[in-house]
């Protein structure tokens, strides 16, 4: 059975309980708060745009910060869904109660509605963007205007024009001095910030290769059947995002980012190039624009090689990790089974080797318990507002967008891409979507037989698919 986006991510932010909230108000507790952008009222408001899953779980994120970094209240809310938006309410509402106070007149729908939820904020507050990435250079934009601070969820760009788009708004934030947080939590992971530095400090030696897995089954939007008849296309796209390049890079881009951004992190590097193979099986009726299984190589300046492994296929062998070799032995970055670090050093080249050293163990003290990394980057975004720290992560989140797009792009075209090739693509994905209405057409259309425009590596060597 299909598993609902809606649902999906209000798990994966709660894999790990209450921990981190838990283990940062005693940490904190007793602390002095100070006066945030010289605001009479110390709550930070915060504006919701973008009401699925993620959404819900970045707002429930922001809401649940220590004392030292709160307090916050949700006063604003937009999205193209009703029954997304009221769901998301609700269920916030539920759980942190006067937290949420986001009356009907706050409450937006349409593609001008994160306008509207904006300008409930003042200067210094914090938006939320969680809508699918076509959407984020439009949304980003507003919000450098406005003055406000900003989380948004990865991936940040799908192509080579909304990167560059990213990284010249990017600027003027940097000049206004706007915190801003990209949803790569496992860059927040303490487990694996330890993990990062004893590497750096030479633990496992030279890095030599690293290895990362999301072998699945078809999760969330990635696999989708023709468009209901009474369903209008642009809405069928957006609610089914996944499924579709414009929207969200699909199913290798919003999924796999992830093991990419974190194995690049241990090697210090972004990869320099890419080629990479995939294909599709087995597809029946589906309309999407992914392949079902993707491998890519990706090369790091000095040579040093990534591989990536993905696929979204029912009743294959599943495996979810990422690990890095090195001279004197090797270690787990994240996995086995999901984003949950265990990272751990092995002084031979395979799990069953000696272990070096595991995050939490510590000889004669009690051992460490990893915090929630998903509250674990709003504490750290708070924190940052509160005592008007640097924290800009936009450009590595561009970065990361930009390798894991090249691994994708080198997979769909069957071509090797370079960095530079697909920051520099000239394949617009999503033309024009800051004038998108309710009543717009898509920017990507099917044809007569409800079928979209697939990937052809090897026909198609220029873009991934044709306009």
Same mark, same amino acid.
Request: hydrophobic share 35%; proline share 4%; glycine share 8%.
């Given at each position: 059975m299909e598993k609902k986006i809606d649902d999906s991510s209000l798990s994966r932010r709660s894999f790990m309980g209450n921990s981190g909230k838990i283990a940062g108000v005693g940490a904190l507790a007793g602390v002095t708060l100070p006066m945030?952008?010289?605001?009479? %009222? %110390?709550?930070?408001?915060?504006?919701?745009?973008?009401?699925?899953?993620r959404g819900t779980g970045a707002a429930s994120n922001a809401l649940s910060v220590s004392l030292a970094n709160g307090p916050t209240?949700?006063?604003?809310?937009?999205?193209?869904?009703?029954?997304?938006?009221?769901?998301? =309410?609700?269920?916030?509402?539920?759980?942190?109660?006067?937290?949420? %106070?986001?009356?009907? %007149?706050?409450?937006?729908?349409?593609?001008d509605a994160y306008k509207k939820a904006m300008d409930a904020l003042d200067k210094g507050d914090v938006a939320i963007f969680t809508t699918p990435c076509a959407f984020r250079w439009v949304h980003y934009e507003y919000a450098?205007?406005?003055?406000?601070?900003?989380?948004?969820?990865?991936?940040?760009t799908p192509d080579g024009f909304s990167s560059r788009k990213m990284l010249e708004l990017n600027q003027e934030a940097k000049k206004k001095n706007l915190k801003v947080g990209v949803g790569l939590m496992c860059r927040h992971s303490k487990a694996r910030r330890e993990l990062f530095s004893r590497i750096k400090d030479g633990e496992i030696g030279e890095i030599l290769a690293l290895r990362a897995y999301r072998m699945q089954g078809p999760i969330a939007s990635c696999f989708s059947g023709k468009?209901?008849?009474?369903?209008?296309?642009?809405?069928?796209?957006?609610?089914?995002?996944?499924?579709?390049?414009?929207?969200s890079g699909g199913s290798f881009s919003d999924f796999f980012i992830h093991n990419i951004d974190e194995c690049c992190?241990?090697?210090?590097?972004?990869?320099?190039?890419?080629?990479?193979?995939?294909?599709?099986? =087995?597809?029946g009726d589906s309309i999407d624009q992914n392949f079902d299984n993707y491998t890519v190589e990706y090369t790091f300046p000095d040579g040093t090689k990534l591989y990536l492994h993905g696929r979204n296929m029912a009743g294959c062998k599943d495996e979810f990790s990422s690990n890095a070799h090195g001279t004197k032995g090797c270690a787990l970055i994240s996995g086995p089974g999901g984003h949950r670090s265990q990272a751990r050093i092995h002084k031979g080249q395979g799990p069953d080797s000696e272990i070096a050293w595991m995050f939490g163990q510590r000889d004669g003290q009690r051992p460490i318990t990893e915090t929630n990394p998903y509250q674990d980057e709003w504490e750290h975004l708070m924190d940052a507002i509160r005592n008007n720290k640097k924290y800009n992560e936009v450009d590595r989140g561009v970065a990361a967008s930009t390798t894991t797009s090249m691994g994708r792009m080198a997979a769909h075209t069957g071509q090797e891409i370079t960095y530079d090739q697909m920051l520099n693509s000239k394949h617009q994905f999503g033309p024009g979507v800051e004038k998108l209405t309710l009543e717009s057409d898509s920017p990507l259309l099917a044809n007569a037989e409800g079928i979209y425009p697939i990937p052809e590596p090897g026909i198609n060597k220029s873009q991934e698919y044709s306009d």
């Open positions: 945030v952008h010289g605001k009479t %009222d %110390d709550t930070t408001k915060i504006a919701l745009v973008g009401c699925g899953g209240k949700l006063v604003a809310m937009a999205d193209v869904f009703q029954h997304r938006l009221d769901s998301s =309410y609700n269920g916030l509402k539920k759980k942190h109660k006067e937290k949420v %106070d986001v009356s009907p %007149d706050n409450k937006h729908i349409g593609f450098i205007k406005k003055g406000l601070n900003v989380f948004m969820e990865k991936p940040v468009k209901p008849a009474d369903e209008q296309e642009l809405m069928f796209q957006i609610r089914r995002f996944h499924s579709f390049l414009w929207l992190w241990m090697k210090d590097a972004w990869p320099v190039k890419a080629q990479a193979q995939g294909g599709r099986h =087995y597809r």
